[in-house]
């Protein structure tokens, strides 16, 4: 599955099914082009399983104070559109992975 990019307009969509990982993130910030790569690797290993949505807080900051996004990058794991967990910073694919499986 591709990772999807979500707008202020279309987020509730993208999360309101099965399990999500949303990466609110930023071109202009560092450790989000580092776990860039990363999330490519989550969503192709765990494809079927969990759907990758990423949310640029500058074109949505709508979405990004709706959920009191402080720092970038912070990860937020929805279940059937409810939050279910969070991480911030820059995250190695075995933690990002472990972080999503006890969601699966």
Not at 37 to 45: A, G
Not at 69 to 91: A, H, Y
Request: charged residues 25%; contains cysteine.
């Amino acid at each position: 599955m591709a990772i999807v990019n979500a707008t202020d307009q279309t987020f509730v969509n993208e999360v309101k099914e099965g399990v999500v990982l949303v990466d609110f993130w930023a071109p202009w910030c560092g450790p989000c082009k580092m776990i860039a790569p990363v999330l490519e690797e989550v969503d192709r290993e765990l494809a079927g399983k969990v759907k990758v949505v990423k949310v640029n807080v500058d074109d949505n900051p709508e979405t990004a104070g709706k959920y009191g996004v402080m720092s970038i990058p912070t990860l937020f794991v929805f279940k059937d559109g409810e939050v279910v967990d969070k991480t911030v910073g820059f995250q190695p694919k075995e933690a990002l992975v472990g972080f999503l499986s006890k969601h699966l």
